[in-house]
């Protein structure tokens, strides 16, 4: 079963369970018991037909149930929740930032493409922007052979408004740092133009390694992804779906703070 502190979290995003005025039909199982079995297929990786009869409901009921959901945006909206539970308790740290991406390897789909680290193999790219602790705030899925560039202004964008122990709601780094893949006029003036400090390596000029000590936080971010075992290959022709599972890896690493 899902963990009470986190079921609590996710009744207040969840859609209602639709009516069915003329009855009938078998009993719906139960969004908890379904919850759960889609944990596990993200931290396990099994497919969806090799869920373990314990569980309740079968693979079918909880991908029915999984498209649902993402198709309502329950992830994203779970995650943003247990952002807000770490801001209100002080444990997320704006001062320094970090943005980085990790590439995985993928079947046919939407938002994949040749890889050109990978051999050219058809793969992804997993964006992310963490806090100084590595809890992730931002995150975003593209074709492996998108410019890594191109998903900062996306990615900044995309922190949602998360409450603070004091003072309103914030959704600006003080500082972001970043590799030499960022290293552009625009970005560099685009992020002056918002009042975010930014470190980002210049090409040419300075080696990425002198970033080390503080970018590597979102390295440990990429490895605490990887035990959602399954980022490890996107199989989800869906890009959407392949979104939703690095959501669910997201909030259950963010959820680990909260209860830590």
Known sequence: MAPDDLWELFERVVPPAPERPQ???????GD???LAAIIFVATSGCTWNQLPPGFGPSGVTAFRRFTEWTEARVWAKLHRLVL???GAQGGLDWSRCVID?????ALKGRLTGPNPTDRGKNGSK???IVDRNGLPLSLGVSAANLHDSQALIPLVRGIPPIRSRRGPRRRRPDKLHGDKGYDYPHLRRWLSLRQIG???ARRGTESSQRL?????VVERTVSWLSGCRRLHRRYERNPEHFLAFTAI?????CHRRITS
């Open 249 to 253: 890896a997201a909030t259950l690493i």
């Open 32 to 34: 908890r018991e379904v």
């Open 126 to 128: 997993i964006h992310l």
């Open 212 to 216: 080390g000590r503080h970018r590597w």
């Open 101 to 105: 991406l990790v590439s995985v390897r």
């Open 84 to 86: 807000d539970e770490l």
């Open 198 to 200: 930014h470190r980002i």
């Open 23 to 29: 009855g009938g039909g078998r009993r719906r199982h």
